[in-house]
């Protein structure tokens, strides 16, 4: 009887530790688009690197690399794909 309290006790204890993940939103208005990856098992698979600091925004993020989380850990595997579909067609075309 002493081990199962033993054993809910830690269960308990532990179920009380493990917290949701939250991230912080915000907007960055004027950016450029310097930089795309698309990579599998890197951030969600698909970021984008900005000219501004994303810590202008008041959010506490020292990267400029923004994730759109393009393997549905945070929202909607599409939704995250036309994220960066806009992306893409705001991204800079270079003229040669």
């Given at each position: 009887m002493e081990d199962e309290r033993k054993k809910l006790a830690?269960?308990?204890?532990?179920l009380g530790l493990?917290?949701?993940?939250?991230?912080?939103?915000?907007?960055?208005e004027n950016a450029t688009v310097l930089r795309t990856l698309v990579q599998d098992n890197t951030?969600?698979?698909c970021m984008v690197?900005?000219?501004k600091l994303i810590a202008?925004?008041?959010?506490d993020c020292p990267s400029r690399w923004i994730a759109f989380s393009c393997d549905?850990?945070?929202?909607?595997?599409?939704v995250a794909s036309k994220m960066l579909d806009s992306v893409?067609?705001?991204?800079?075309?270079v003229v040669w």
């Amino acid at each position: 009887m002493e081990d199962e309290r033993k054993k809910l006790a830690k269960i308990l204890l532990m179920l009380g530790l493990v917290q949701p993940a939250y991230s912080d939103t915000g907007w960055v208005e004027n950016a450029t688009v310097l930089r795309t990856l698309v990579q599998d098992n890197t951030y969600g698979n698909c970021m984008v690197y900005l000219d501004k600091l994303i810590a202008d925004t008041g959010l506490d993020c020292p990267s400029r690399w923004i994730a759109f989380s393009c393997d549905g850990t945070f929202n909607a595997r599409d939704v995250a794909s036309k994220m960066l579909d806009s992306v893409m067609m705001a991204f800079p075309q270079v003229v040669w």
